[in-house]
């Protein structure tokens, strides 16, 4: 009896490879909540873009910055994912990459000057007026933005929109009206200052900030037990109150979006939160320990998971030692 053969399934088959992964970048739960034209921060971006050359999504780890520009860009150009692009800042990320630079061939013959995102973006939206093109900069404050943009800077302004520059190659170039811009940034990054700089009267800024009623709009979609939940949020308004002194201790509410049950509310503070209220309060060596008391007193058993118990106190000169070591 000749045996059937093998069916051979790859992880884009099963819907977990790549193309799963970058189909909507940053939400990719195919249960994930869709928003509509009439969502707050929605109607403010789309009232800011028509009176600004961006829009730049700022707050601290957790408040869904990727998330709400991903679907501004939804909404903005029609589920049309050929008219947005995605690009990550990072401090090697350089005019070459994002306006335009010399690439190797692969044949090793030589170089070939070539568009970057940027240019791209620019000339796909000029030969499309009657639509609009989005693009989204995550981690802008990660680069040095001066220097990224180079001569486009000035002609992301509103009121200069249009108009032809020269590009360092000799090339001319132009930032077309229906090039929208969405960006985020962590407020606490080293490069703010310079994004100030350079966005600050181009750009528009909006805050997003740890959001108790999110936070209880998760609670409820998990149907988290009441117990639990009222425990979580007296830890979420108390870690969010000594923000207010210690910024690096800002929780945002992302970080329970997946929160349904004890063991997966101690798997947050065991491979998320731990890490980051360890470094936040480095030099506070009693604050984390109230921390530590008040995220255990959110469990009714009063016991602690062996890695809770085991989390290391951050010592004052700055290091962590122990098993919550960095």
Not at 60 to 67: I, L, Q, S
Not at 156 to 170: I, N, Y
Request: net charge negative; aromatic share 10%; charged share 25%.
């Amino acid at each position: 009896m000749t045996p059937e053969p093998i069916r051979v399934l790859t992880a884009d088959d099963l819907g977990i490879g790549v193309a799963a992964a970058t189909a909507g970048h940053a939400s990719n739960r195919p249960d994930e909540p869709e928003i509509g034209t009439d969502d707050p921060v929605v109607v403010e971006t789309l009232w800011l873009l028509e009176k600004f050359g961006g829009v730049i999504y700022t707050g601290p780890p957790g408040t869904g910055k990727t998330w709400i520009a991903s679907k501004v860009a939804k909404i903005v150009t029609d589920d049309d994912a050929s008219r947005v692009r995605y690009v990550q800042f990072h401090p090697s990320y350089q005019y070459e990459d994002f306006m335009q630079g010399f690439r190797p061939l692969q044949n090793g013959s030589g170089f070939k000057l070539q568009d970057g995102h940027f240019l791209e973006m620019c000339k796909k939206a000029s030969d499309d007026p009657d639509n609009n093109y989005v693009l989204v900069i995550d981690e802008l404050s990660r680069g040095d933005a001066g220097r990224i943009f180079g001569e486009a800077l000035t002609y992301l302004e509103k009121s200069k929109r249009g108009l032809p520059f020269r590009l360092a190659s000799g090339q001319e170039g132009c930032v077309p009206k229906n090039l929208l811009i969405l960006a985020t940034m962590n407020p606490l990054d080293r490069g703010v200052d310079e994004v100030d700089a350079a966005f600050g009267r181009r750009f528009a800024q909006v805050l997003m900030e740890p959001d108790r009623d999110k936070l209880q709009e998760f609670m409820d979609i998990n149907e988290l037990s009441a117990p639990l939940a009222e425990g979580l949020l007296r830890f979420f308004d108390f870690i969010n109150k000594r923000a207010r002194s210690n910024p690096h201790a800002a929780v945002g509410h992302v970080f329970f979006r997946d929160v349904d049950g004890e063991k997966s509310l101690r798997a947050v503070w065991n491979y998320q939160l731990r890490f980051l209220l360890e470094k936040a309060f480095r030099l506070d060596p009693q604050g984390y320990r109230e921390i530590q008391g008040r995220w255990q007193a959110i469990f009714p058993s009063g016991q602690n998971s062996s890695n809770e118990e085991s989390a290391t106190e951050p010592s004052p000169s700055g290091t962590e030692t122990g098993s919550g070591q960095e």
